[in-house]
């Protein structure tokens, strides 16, 4: 079955996917949003890919280096074996910044034999929306294109560079490397400096998966989408990404085609307190300051996205000239939903900053940034949060009362006055609360329908989804409230199918939904969980493990039918809420066990 069997490789700079038979089929340089080097994965065509070329009688695995983001390719074919180390260069330097260059190394290792293959290598900048030529030079091979705009990245490697470029099959008789950057490099690389990039890149993620904490039930699952969401992560200016890729289609042949390569306040928000949750604080303290940095003016509305580097025009275009992948068009970069109102993203923020108040200390300085924000949070939601707005799903037509929105604008005062509770400032306690009353009483009121028995999409109406889930998880009710029971049961009955969840049945601007959002059926299984259906729970979570591919990773979709996964890839709301629901497994196996050592 066609899947996106791909894994990421990155250095919280940029990023590139690599297929199970080791092709980058997807990198753009210098950073995750510039225009791409390699798109094979949007066009196979004309794309570009760098790919290596073995005969059939060629076994090839792949798994990624333990607790590391480093991809192992391995190709035997009796005696002959080798192995790719693919992986972007990242650790620390001695001033304690960190090393991550625009670049990405092949490092080829010799197991036994002397096993042999070509290389493709065919780089198509800026989109391919013009022609690459590529050239050998005396210690690089360079490719350049002057079409668009003028773009070049730079090939450094051991192996003789006319056959590299000439797909000329090449005999490994040792390690080899190869470097491919965006800069020219001013210290000539070599197959020992290529070496000692990848252990230090090793020791690197070692490191910062040793943070984490060891969970004794699905840790190997947690550990790897810990490590995706990192990948995921801006080191520069702290932005977290929804996911590495544009226009990977929600169902294949139709035009649900987006850019994720950007800043979503409600998704970086999400993935930050859950990867907080693991003791990532360095994580957070970034994303904070990315937050403030973009709120100079206390009464500035947040937009809903933003750029990795704070740009706040994301213009929205189609590259008409690519097939799109597997013909789904159009490929779209930029992405217009920067314009929308969705109410929901404070409550969501506010949420990440009293977390991190209770668990971080955190000095004055950003204490009374966070403070400020906080005041100007409850003013903009105060004065907000009957209107009506596009929802957590980005309906691009009218603007409805959406009960997540209105959820999450509980939420925005509820851990407003929790963080005034901390600081001790009882005047704005007893100015918020019967905010926060009035909202409660608004949504009890109006997003229940005694028709349906649940509460629903929007005011008035009667459609279920699964974004309502949240309820409970944000505390606007409690897992025993009859009501979420009920809404819990409807959800199932209503958009589960065969196991995977719609976020909604009902039409949208562009039509009935005809796959499942991945992380929906995570938010089902963490309520089935919730509301004492533990045992269904795991099952559901399970057989949905069962659906990631080769590597342990998810998109954004998985096709209800043939369970293969669709959409952006990775993706961050996938992974963030597989590691709650896989911890909520976990900790109560350890509480079950204690209490059977309790009895003994």
């Known amino acids: 079955m066609d899947n996106l069997d791909y894994g990421i490789i990155g250095n919280c700079r940029s990023a590139a996917l690599i297929s199970k038979t080791g092709s980058i089929d997807w990198c753009c340089l210098p950073e995750f949003d510039s225009p791409s080097v390699f798109a094979k994965l949007l066009d196979e065509n004309i794309g570009g890919s760098f790919e290596i070329r073995v005969d059939d009688s060629y076994e090839i695995t ?98 003789d560079q006319e056959s590299i470029v000439n797909s000329v099959e090449v005999e490994l008789v040792q390690d080899e490397y190869m470097l491919m950057g965006y800069n020219e490099k001013l210290l000539l690389p070599t197959t020992e400096r290529a070496y000692l990039d990848l252990q230090n890149t090793k020791v690197y993620w070692l490191n910062w998966t040793d943070l984490t904490p060891t969970y004794k039930k699905f840790n190997d699952e947690i550990s790897r989408s810990a490590l995706t969401l990192k990948l995921l992560s801006y080191d520069k200016t702290g932005a977290v990404l929804a996911a590495a890729t544009t226009s990977l289609p929600e169902t294949i042949g139709e035009v649900r085609n987006w850019d994720y390569r950007f800043c979503w306040i409600r998704d970086a928000s999400m993935v930050i307190k859950v990867v907080s949750e693991l003791g990532h604080k360095n994580v957070a ?110 309906f691009r037509t009218e603007d409805r009362h959406f009960t997540f929105s209105k959820v999450l604008c509980w939420t925005a005062l509820d851990r407003a006055i929790k963080v005034a509770e901390m600081l001790g400032k009882q005047h704005k306690i007893d100015k918020w609360e019967p905010i926060r009353a009035e909202i409660w009483q608004d949504i009890y009121d109006n997003a229940w329908n005694d028709e349906v028995g649940a509460y629903t999409q929007s005011y008035g109406s009667k459609d279920l989804d699964a974004s309502v889930l949240l309820m409970e998880s944000y505390g606007c009710v409690d897992a025993k409230d009859e009501r979420y029971i009920k809404t819990v049961n409807a959800i199932g009955d209503e958009l589960s199918n065969d196991g995977l969840l719609y976020r909604y049945k009902n039409e949208d601007d562009f039509g009935l939904p005809s796959s499942s959002f991945t992380v929906c059926t995570f938010w089902y299984i963490n309520s089935l969980f919730k509301i004492g259906e533990e045992k269904k729970a795991l099952e559901y979570f399970e057989r949905l493990l069962g659906y990631s591919n080769h590597l342990g990773l998810f998109s954004e979709d998985i096709d209800f039918k043939t369970k293969r996964l669709l959409g952006n890839f990775p993706q961050a709301y996938s992974h963030l809420a597989l590691i709650e629901c896989a911890i909520n497994f976990s900790k109560k196996e350890s509480e079950d066990q204690m209490l059977e050592t309790l009895r003994e």
Not at 329 to 348: F, L, W
């Open 285 to 394: 303290r970034r994303y904070l300051q990315f937050i403030i940095d973009l709120i100079p003016d206390k009464a500035e509305k947040l937009q809903i996205m933003y750029g990795i580097n704070k740009e706040k025009k994301l213009t929205e275009e189609t590259l008409e000239h690519l097939a799109g992948y597997k013909g789904s068009k159009p490929v779209r970069i930029g992405n217009a939903a920067y314009h929308q109102k969705q109410n929901d993203i404070y409550g969501i923020l506010m949420d990440v900053i009293y977390e991190q108040m209770v668990k971080f200390s955190i000095d004055i300085e950003n204490g009374e940034d966070l403070w400020a924000i906080t005041k100007g949070i409850v003013w903009i939601v105060s004065n907000n949060w009957k209107d009506a707005d596009k929802g957590i799903w980005e």
């Open 62 to 159: 792949q798994k990624y280096e333990r607790y590391t983001n480093i991809l192992i390719t391995s190709f035997k074919s009796g005696e002959d074996h080798f192995e790719i180390h693919d992986f972007m260069p990242r650790y620390r330097k001695l001033d304690g910044s960190h090393h991550a260059p625009p670049e990405l190394i092949r490092y080829f290792k010799l197991i036994s034999g002397k096993p042999s293959f070509s290389v493709l290598y065919d780089p198509r900048l800026e989109y391919a929306m013009g022609k690459t030529e590529t050239f050998i030079k005396k210690d690089f091979i360079a490719s350049l294109t002057y079409d668009v705009k003028f773009d070049t990245v730079f090939l450094y490697t051991s192996f």
